[in-house]
């Protein structure tokens, strides 16, 4: 499963990149691509801007900053999934998610000092993002519901092995 995950963190990164490597070439900085109108409102665009922060531009200008904590996390994320490599296929897809999102970013700060977004979903006042945050926020979104439902799995296994506990202590007294 490790090395099925590497692979997914691969494809994915170079889908990030050769995404925003489209966006460069095609899209001014600044320009706006109405890609889908619902009448005369705009419900999402191509719109290319350049990112120094986070998201909404929070810590802007900390870039070493900005590089040096995925860049933990990433290794981090890495060994916890070589660990947990036979354990659950959902818990390290997720992880493969979040590490490959993390990787398509890390490479725009390390090449450029900011990262590419496109992406504007119009009718929400949402910061402009790219298919790596996506990655990230849909592998952080599955790794959650991940513990939930393991979490829930764990409770429902020590209730029934305390209940099997109580009902062979009653035959032994009986």
Sequence with gaps: MFIFSLVIIVVLSAIDQLIKFAVVRNIEIGEVINVIRFGSHDIFSLTHITNDGAAWSMMSGKTWFLIGVPIIVIVAALVYMYIKRKGSKLQVISLALIV?????????????????????FDPIDFPIFNFADICVVVGAVIFCV???????????????????????DVDEQA
């Design 100 to 120: 490959a999102g993390g990787i398509g970013n890390l490479i725009d700060r390390i090449r450029i000092g900011e990262v590419i977004d496109y992406i504007s």
């Design 146 to 168: 991940y513990i939930l439902f393991a979490d829930i799995k764990d409770h429902k296994e020590k209730s029934s092995g305390s209940e099997n506990d109580l009902k062979a």
